[in-house]
């Protein structure tokens, strides 16, 4: 710690650059896993907030909610066994615009549930009438609490009577039906697309039973986005890893000679090791602080329509990956460190 | 008694087929309150001696006896400890560490010894570097960051003190100032004290002389 702190306070200039650095990197890491995030719950918010585990869908419809149709008497069979902890959901991806504009259209996703199921968000047991809950994205589409809107196909108007929170599905904005709202909307209101579970269920021979993050993995777009995404994180840590590497390898390169002299002086090969880590360490652990927050600035500044989402947990893991790919890349600059011979102090060969 | 004692070192190095023998069966002593010089043509042997004495090299066979106990063929680890608890160098260049300031060179030393501390300040006041204290080595002259290396050396009241070529980077007048305070500290605080040097104007100042050539080592002065 001794020399680290000496050493840190000598060469500011040196070891600020190299924060940077690693602060420029840790940052895009999780700007980048914000999006990632921000672009799931964009995604599949409305199915993932719900506490459904399990999803029955039409045998051979592929996971997907829009290939399967369930008729009534499915539901009968699951209503009887599981009761309350089963429930209807029919989605439909539609297109609504605001009464007096027929210009500007918005898609969104309608979820047409049963108002008393458990899928159902709390506010929905008062809906009424014409009236419509809808998800908070749609303020950002410059919707407002009592606007009314209009299905832009079948024409009904409807009154938004509260949001409840950023559900989405495929990107657009949910809005919440009940069977009985949505029979002039969908000529088809007999048939539903899924029975959701709140129970784990392996398997029924007679339909697709899958788990909520297997639907949420099929719906449109999800899977690419994500794994595109994630493929650029896993390569931003891999390229940390060794773009540090080297860059802590030169740092220790300058300083070989002094690590023979100290050495010679009868300084432990470990207090080095030591040093050397600290150094990084402390190094790192400053630039992750300042990355997390200039990110969680980023975070209040952004548009609500551009998804953006790190949860504190998954900051502080990032961080926490990110100082152990640190401490890694300086293990690996150790190697020199380690191999210095003493003996070179004498006779003035550094 | 001894300080340090030799007997019958030999030093190979290979050297594509052959062996190049360095040290054919050398012995050497010296004892506390001496101070002794190695001198020899380049190549003869005399940095290799040195970093035998500093426990910094093993010989291919023989004793090395720092205070009766055997260094010749320890583990690197107690290697490291003796060279910090026993023996002082003071390296050609002196060796500095760039980051730490004057004060601060003696200071890690103490920091890393389990020793009782010596009074740092004092020690370099009395080498005339008290202007000096708050500095980074880069902004000393090579005369002062010799001093400051003899002052690191014995800091941590080592018994024996091993220089290899202190004065080789400074002209003749500061070279020699340098060895008459490495031998006045030798004198005062009864070290001993090896130095390898070139430089024959100064071996008045010294009271042993060993002479190294073709392996062999041979004592010239008498104290
Ligand atoms: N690590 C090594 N491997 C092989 N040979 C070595 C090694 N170190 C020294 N030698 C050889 O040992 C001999 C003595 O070297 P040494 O450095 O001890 O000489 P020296 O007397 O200190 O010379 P100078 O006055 O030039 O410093 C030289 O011939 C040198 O080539
Ligand atoms: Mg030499």
């Known amino acids: ?350 | 008694m001894s300080v340090l004692e030799l007997q019958n070192i030999i030093k190979n190095y290979p050297d594509g087929q052959n062996v190049n023998e360095v040290l054919k069966n050398v012995s050497f002593h010296v004892e506390q309150g001496e101070f002794a010089a190695i001198i020899g043509p380049s190549g003869a042997g005399k940095s290799t001696l040195l970093t035998i004495m500093g426990a910094l090299l093993s010989p291919s066979s023989g004793t090395v006896l720092l205070n009766n106990q055997d260094i010749s063929h320890l583990s690197k680890k107690k290697q490291t400890e003796i060279r910090l608890n026993q023996i002082g160098f003071i390296f050609q260049n002196s060796d500095l560490i760039p980051y730490l300031k004057i004060t601060e060179q003696l200071q890690f030393i103490q920091k890393i010894s389990a020793k009782e501390p010596l009074n740092a300040k004092k020690l370099l006041q009395q080498l005339g570097l008290d202007h000096r204290l708050n500095s980074y080595p880069n902004a000393l002259s090579g005369g002062e960051k010799q001093r400051v290396a003899i002052a690191r050396a014995f800091i941590n009241q080592p018994d024996l003190i091993l220089a290899d070529e202190p004065t080789a980077s400074l002209d003749s007048k500061r070279g020699r100032e340098v060895v008459k305070i490495i031998q006045k500290n030798v004198h005062q605080q009864n070290k001993a004290a090896v130095m390898v040097t070139h430089d024959e104007r100064v071996l008045d100042l010294v009271d042993t002389i060993w002479q190294i050539e073709d392996g062999k080592l041979k004592k010239i002065k008498n104290h």
Do not use: C
């Open chain 1, 1 to 350: 710690m001794y020399l680290t702190l000496k050493e840190l306070r000598h060469d500011k200039l040196k070891f600020s650059a190299l924060g940077l650095i690693i602060f420029l990197i840790v940052f895009l890491v999780l700007f980048i896993t914000g999006l990632a995030n921000g672009l799931a719950n964009d995604s599949g918010s409305a199915i993932k907030e719900t506490p459904a585990k399990t999803f029955i869908l039409q045998k051979g419809s592929q996971a997907r909610l829009n290939r399967s149709n369930l008729t009534e008497q499915d539901w009968q069979k699951f209503h009887s066994q599981y009761h309350n902890d089963a429930a209807k959901l029919s989605v439909a991806q539609m297109t609504i615009q605001k009464a007096n504009n027929a210009d500007k259209k918005t898609d969104i996703t309608y979820f047409i549930l049963d108002r008393s199921s458990f899928l159902a968000p709390t506010a929905l047991k008062s809906q009424t009438d014409n009236h419509v809950y809808v998800s908070r994205k749609l303020e950002a589409e410059g919707y407002k609490k009592d606007d009314i809107f209009k299905d832009s196909s079948s024409g009904n108007t409807f009154k938004i009577a509260g949001f409840v929170n950023n559900e989405s599905y495929s990107h657009a904005p949910v809005i919440y039906l009940n069977t009985h709202q949505a029979q002039n909307i969908l000529p088809t209101s007999k048939q539903f697309n899924a029975i959701a579970l709140k129970q784990k269920l392996a398997k029924n021979s007679k339909y697709q039973v899958i788990s909520q993050q297997t639907l949420i993995n099929n719906i449109p777009g999800y899977s690419t986005e994500q794994s595109s995404l994630y493929l650029m994180i896993g390569f931003l840590y891999l390229i940390s890893l060794f773009v540090l590497a080297v860059f802590f390898y030169i740092i220790n390169l300058q300083k070989i000679s002094d690590f023979g002299t100290l050495k010679a002086l009868g300084t432990k090969t470990s207090y080095l090791v030591q040093h050397v880590l600290t150094e990084m360490g402390l190094l790192s652990g400053i630039a992750i602080l300042i990355s997390f927050g200039i990110t969680y600035l980023i975070k209040i500044k952004m548009p609500a329509s551009m998804p953006f989402s790190l949860t504190l947990p998954t900051l502080l893991a990032t961080g926490l990956l990110f100082l152990f790919i640190a401490l890694l890349s300086a293990l690996l600059s150790l190697i020199k460190v380690l191999k210095i011979d003493p003996i070179n102090a004498i006779g003035g060969n550094n």
